[in-house]
């Protein structure tokens, strides 16, 4: 139901939903009512990232995208933009865990825009800033000066910078 609504406000403002998963070992951009059905009620259901996509490809496996694995076969299907609820990123730990979304270097590596409410809050979310300035990946917040923390608004953390408009966004994007 999350999917469909989801997929119902884009389509009031006026984008195409394009839902991205693997069926039958296919990428698929865009999915039937019947496909979202399946992708969200099998228990084989993939969780699906860069390291998974081309084992679930050759086995023909069924799997949802993490955002690195959207991020890939949006750019291989010509987006440059795709939402999502909130990013992965450095889990508390990960100083002894190594525990880094994969999310992050897909960020800094595909030419992809990703709009989302943050990366998620029970994540380290300093580290997590701090790990995408390494790598080169901006953060732009939107009516805020702050970075967003998923379920809140407001984390308490700057964001790189802040651009309102439209228009700003988009010469952001291109310019990047």
Do not use: W
Not at 35 to 59: G, N, V
Not at 89 to 116: N, Y
Not at 145 to 150: P, S
Not at 151 to 157: A, E, K, Q
């Amino acid at each position: 139901h999350t999917a469909r609504e989801v997929e119902d406000v884009i389509r009031a403002e006026g984008a195409v939903p394009a839902t991205i998963a693997v069926i039958g070992g296919h990428i698929r951009v865009g999915l039937t009512p019947d496909e979202l059905q399946q992708l969200a009620r099998s228990p084989d259901a993939m969780k699906l990232s860069r390291r998974d996509l081309p084992y679930a490809i050759a086995t023909g496996k069924l799997g949802a995208t993490t955002v690195a694995a959207t991020m890939i076969c949006a750019q291989l299907a010509g987006i440059e933009v795709f939402v999502t609820g909130g990013i992965g990123g450095v889990h508390r730990g990960a100083e002894t865990s190594f525990d880094i979304s994969a999310d992050l270097q897909e960020l800094a590596r595909t030419p992809v825009a990703v709009v989302c409410a943050g990366a998620k809050s029970i994540l380290d979310l300093a580290l997590t800033l701090e790990y995408l300035e390494t790598h080169g990946v901006p953060v732009l917040s939107i009516g805020q000066d702050n970075f967003a923390a998923f379920f809140t608004p407001d984390s308490g953390l700057k964001a790189d910078f802040r651009i309102d408009t439209a228009e700003e966004q988009a010469r952001f994007i291109r310019a990047k």
